[in-house]
């Protein structure tokens, strides 16, 4: 039972473009969500978060999208850069605010 | 300022052997959470743990798994009896307080079991 779901293994994008990776959620109970970027042979990274009581969260070249009542997050990277190339998680928690529920994870691409 | 650390970064072992996992925290954290991630999947939680205490092991597998952190020393995750389906890579995070906010995850041991 896949309670986070990322539906694209792999994302392609040109420098300087817009990166749009997605996170779909089936449990009402997750209340705050994670976005950690990983590269191989290394533990995740955080990377951004937001509150399920917000709907926005920005910071440098990264935002995240929540939408509670589809239960869908986005993160949205502009501009992208080679330097983001990396496999991107979706995590997410609820009642426990320790334990996380992550994604299969994305792997972005951005080409020179 | 060290980060989380976590050694052996590879470990092989054969059917049957134990293996031994070593998660040193972040200095100052005393909250430590042990992941594993197996092929094509997401990270799946495993276990929390506090200084000598074992918070929450929901996600540890009922059999031939443990975990401790003691009052000195590094937290250890261990596995005995190995089978090929144990082959993943385990990754260890630390907290300054509980609370998946503060998290800062090791560099992971890759394990093979053959």
């Known amino acids: 039972d896949q309670q986070v779901k990322q539906n694209s293994p792999s994302l392609s994008v040109q420098e300087g473009r817009i990166s749009i990776l997605n996170c779909d959620y089936t449990?009402?109970?997750?209340?705050?969500f994670l976005w950690y970027k990983k590269y191989p042979a290394e533990g995740p990274t955080f990377l951004i978060s937001?509150?399920?009581?917000?709907d926005k969260n920005e910071d440098g070249r990264f935002t995240v999208f929540l939408n509670k009542s589809a239960k869908h997050l986005s993160l949205h990277i502009v501009p992208s850069q080679p330097g983001d190339s990396a496999v991107y998680f979706c995590?997410?928690?609820?009642?426990?605010?320790?334990?996380?529920?992550f994604g299969k994870g994305t792997l972005l691409t951005v080409n020179p | 300022n060290a980060g989380v650390m976590q050694n052996p970064r590879h470990l092989v072992r054969r059917r049957g052997q134990e293996a031994r996992l070593r998660c040193s925290p972040m200095?100052?954290?005393?909250?430590v959470y042990w992941y594993r991630q197996l092929p094509e999947e997401g990270l799946k939680f495993m276990v929390y743990?506090?200084?000598?205490?074992?918070?929450?092991e929901s996600g540890m597998p009922k059999e031939r798994f443990s975990a401790e952190f003691p009052k000195e020393g590094p937290s250890i995750l261990r596995i005995q009896q190995v089978v090929r389906g144990d082959s993943a890579a385990y990754f260890c995070?630390?907290?300054?307080?509980?609370?998946?906010?503060?998290?800062?995850f090791g560099s992971g041991t890759r394990l093979t079991v053959v």
């Open positions: 995070a630390s907290s300054p307080k509980e609370g998946a906010v503060g998290y800062t």
């Open positions: 449990n009402s109970m997750f209340d705050y």
């Open positions: 937001i509150s399920s009581i917000k």
């Open positions: 995590a997410a928690s609820g009642g426990s605010n320790y334990k996380l529920t």
């Open positions: 200095k100052g954290h005393s909250h």
């Open positions: 743990l506090q200084k000598e205490n074992i918070i929450d």
